[in-house]
Every structure is written in C-alpha cells, then in structure tokens.
C-alpha cells in the first residue's frame, strides 16, 4: 500500500514539475478516477515536503530510480 501510495505520490509531482498540468487540478482528477475519500495532495501536505522527500529516497534506494526524492520540492513549504 505505501509503495503504490508512493506512486501516485511520485507521478503526480512528477508531472507537475514537468509543467504538464495543474497539482490541485490533476490531484481532483486523480481523486474522481481512483474514487479515492482523501486526495495523494491531502496525504502529502500531511506528510510534509520532508516526509515526502523521505519516502520517495526509501523507495528509491528499494526499488529504483523512478522514485524521486527531488520531487518533493514541487510542494509548497
């Protein structure tokens, strides 16, 4: 369950940073389609940018390179 959270954790920063879209608008999409009760952005903000940072490093280092710590700093502080 944490890595799959971490997934959607990592795409959607991912394609934030690439300028790709909105957070909150492909947070609420992500949300409808997933039929998700709290959003990956909910979660996250919970989380913190350092509490992100730190699970994508752990999942990096566990299952690869696709995890990326830096995206963290998508977050607002």
């Known amino acids: 369950a944490r890595r799959l959270k971490a997934a959607l954790f990592?795409?959607?920063l991912f394609a934030a940073a690439k300028g790709l879209g909105d957070l909150e608008d492909m947070n609420r999409a992500v949300?409808?389609?997933?039929?998700?009760s709290?959003?990956?952005l909910e979660m996250m903000r919970e989380m913190g940018?350092?509490?992100?940072?730190?699970?994508?490093r752990r999942l990096s280092a566990e299952a690869g390179p696709r995890f990326q710590p830096a995206l963290a700093?998508?977050?607002?502080?």
């Open 10 to 12: 990592n795409a959607l």
């Open 31 to 36: 949300c409808d389609i997933l039929g998700m």
């Open 38 to 40: 709290r959003s990956p």
């Open 49 to 56: 940018r350092d509490g992100v940072r730190k699970e994508l």
């Open 73 to 77: 700093d998508v977050l607002e502080a």
